[in-house]
Every structure is written in structure tokens, then in C-alpha cells.
């Protein structure tokens, strides 16, 4: 048992997460010529189930879980169901995924929901209007009955509530520990991973946010998160909302290819839903000039693709 378990979930630090996950510096022309140094903060490698953020975002919430069910919610392709449903394998506790769109009720699970079925997650599908209105407390209540998890822990869209932003928050603060990190760089979906890691990051270091959705609502969710998790703003952080491709799940054969090129470059899987969109900002901003002269990018490679790419 780690210090950080309790009695009730022991075995969280007998998954061996692979902590503070490495920081690795790439060659990249793109940067090097407007003289930028580029990092790669792996969190694809802190586990191989519980990948990235999910780890970090997840690992505060099951500990306070002490084995009750675990709740959920996502659309058909969500990595935090995908994740949620392994860490419930993983370590015995039963997990409900509340799944967008009643019509997927009755057609084939796609390779994203079988996958957290097989991980023993019970999934529950909810028509749109009613998902929309999850978080208005009568029908929420309404929801936990009728999936039969009146009693569960329930976790929010995206796994972002206070816990996950403050577990986030050690991902700025390994980065700060390094030292010399100029800007530290994220995907954003719900905001959350953001709102930790520009605290964590502390004085001296801007974290940029890269949202994958459309909308431009995001500013006004992570100053939210940051409030109910640290009771008020933290670090220096902005957003640039021009890489969303279309918004989530949206590509484009350019996407894809610079994806594709990234990959061989740099020889690491690149996530196509939020880190491919990120690495495409950053590469697009290091050649508008964006980032001063010697400053170290570190972008955080915050999931892996699924399913994996055949070896
Ligand atoms: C791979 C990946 N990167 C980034 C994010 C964005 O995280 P957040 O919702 O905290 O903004 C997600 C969503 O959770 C994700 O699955």
C-alpha cells in the first residue's frame, strides 16, 4: 500500500503507475528553426489502461470511491468510459457507464463500448435531452434509480470535478520540478486537465489550452473548475480555439496526415481526437512566431490511440 492509499482501496499503488511520467526532448526542424525547444511529457506512459489525464484525473476519484460503485457518463467513443471501465476491472470495484444516445441501445456496440462492456462496465443508455440535463439534481437522482446505482460515486462527463483538477495539478508540478519548461501545452475537452496543470505549473511557467470542441465556452469552465477545485484562479493560462478541425471527432485528410507524419518523425503513436490537434497548434504557432526565442515547448501527450496500432 502507498501512502496515498486508503484501507479501502488498497491496491490503486499496486497498478505501478510509471510516476512522474517521463519528459523526453524531440528534434523537431519545425521548432528549432524559430529557435524553440520541444518536450514531450509522456502521460501515454503512466499506464497502460488508466492512459494520461485519465490516470491523473481518475486515480483521486476511486480512492474516494472506498469500493462503492463507480458512475459515469460519456459519448459512444469516450476514453474516461474506456478508462473508468478498466480501472473498475482493474481493481474490483463495479462501474455504470451512462452512455449518450438512447438509439445505441439497440444497435451493435462499437469497438469503444464493447470494450468497457468486456471491463464488466454495466452501460446505460440515456436518450440526448435527458443527458444534456444530467447535471440538474432531480434528474440525476432519476438517472442513478433507474441504472439501479442510487448509492453509486458519481463522476462527472469527462472525469473533471475538484479531485480530478487537483490530481491534474501534479502534472504542472512535475513539469515545474524539471525546470525550464516556458510553456507547458494541453488538448482540452471539459477543461480539466488545464485548470490543474496551470497550477501546478506555479510562477514562471504559461500552460496553453488547445480545446478539440467548438464553442469558445471554455475560458469561462476552467476558471470555474479552478474556483471549486483551488477557491480561485490559478497560474497563467490561455486558449486557442482555431484547432478544433470541425470539433470533436471532426478530422480532415490534412489532420490526419500531419498525425501520420508525427508519428514517423517522432516514433511515438500520436492520438488523433485531442493530441493530434494539439501537436498541429503548436507546429502552426512555433511558425507564427507565437513563442519567444528559447523557450521550451513541452507539450503533454495526454492519451494513446484506440485501439492500438498493430505493432
Ligand atoms: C486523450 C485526451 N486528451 C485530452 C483530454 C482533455 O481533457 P479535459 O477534459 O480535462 O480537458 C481528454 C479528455 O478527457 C482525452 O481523452
Redesign the pocket.
Known amino acids: 500500500m502507498t501512502s496515498h492509499d486508503t484501507p479501502e482501496a488498497p491496491v490503486l499503488g499496486s497498478l505501478r503507475p510509471r510516476l512522474p511520467s517521463p519528459l523526453l526532448e524531440v528534434a523537431d526542424e519545425r521548432f528549432a528553426r524559430r529557435g524553440l525547444r520541444l518536450l514531450l511529457k509522456r502521460d501515454d506512459l503512466i499506464h497502460p489502461d488508466l ?4 490516470w491523473r ?1 481518475l486515480a483521486p476519484n476511486l480512492r474516494a470511491a472506498e469500493g462503492r460503485t463507480v458512475l459515469t457518463f460519456g459519448g459512444a467513443y469516450s ?2 468510459l474506456r478508462a473508468t471501465a478498466s480501472a473498475g476491472r482493474l481493481l474490483g470495484l463495479p462501474t455504470v457507464g451512462v452512455v449518450r444516445g438512447q438509439e445505441l441501445a439497440d444497435r451493435p456496440l462499437n469497438p469503444s463500448l464493447a470494450r468497457c462492456a468486456a471491463d464488466g462496465m454495466r452501460l446505460h443508455f440515456v436518450d440526448r435531452s435527458t443527458y444534456r440535463r444530467k447535471g440538474e439534481p432531480d434528474t440525476l437522482a432519476a438517472l442513478l434509480a433507474s441504472a439501479g446505482a442510487a448509492d453509486a460515486y458519481v463522476v462527472p462527463e ?3 470535478n475538484s479531485l ?1 483538477v487537483r490530481g ?1 495539478a501534479a502534472l504542472g508540478e512535475e513539469l515545474a520540478g524539471h525546470g525550464g519548461v516556458g510553456v507547458a501545452a ?9 485548470a490543474g496543470l496551470a497550477a501546478g505549473l506555479g510562477p514562471g511557467g504559461r500552460a496553453l ?1 488547445v480545446p ?1 470542441l467548438r464553442g469558445g465556452f471554455l475560458g469561462a469552465e476552467v476558471r470555474a473548475l479552478q474556483d471549486a477545485a483551488f477557491g480561485g484562479p490559478r497560474g497563467d493560462w490561455w486558449l486557442d480555439d482555431r484547432f478544433h478541425f470541425g470539433g470533436y471527432a471532426r478530422t480532415t485528410p490534412g489532420l490526419d496526415a500531419f498525425a501520420a507524419d508525427f508519428e514517423q518523425r517522432h516514433g511515438l503513436p500520436v ?1 488523433r ?3 493530434a490537434k494539439l501537436l498541429y497548434g503548436l507546429v502552426v504557432l512555433a511558425d507564427e512566431g507565437a513563442f519567444e526565442r528559447g523557450t521550451a515547448v513541452a507539450a503533454v501527450v ?2 494513446s490511440p484506440f485501439p492500438a496500432p498493430a505493432p
Open positions: 492512459v494520461g489525464n485519465k484525473k476514453n474516461h469527462g472525469g473533471s480530478a491534474c494541453v488538448a482540452c475537452g471539459t477543461g480539466g486537465t488545464l489550452g478539440v492520438e481526437l485531442y493530441v495526454t492519451g
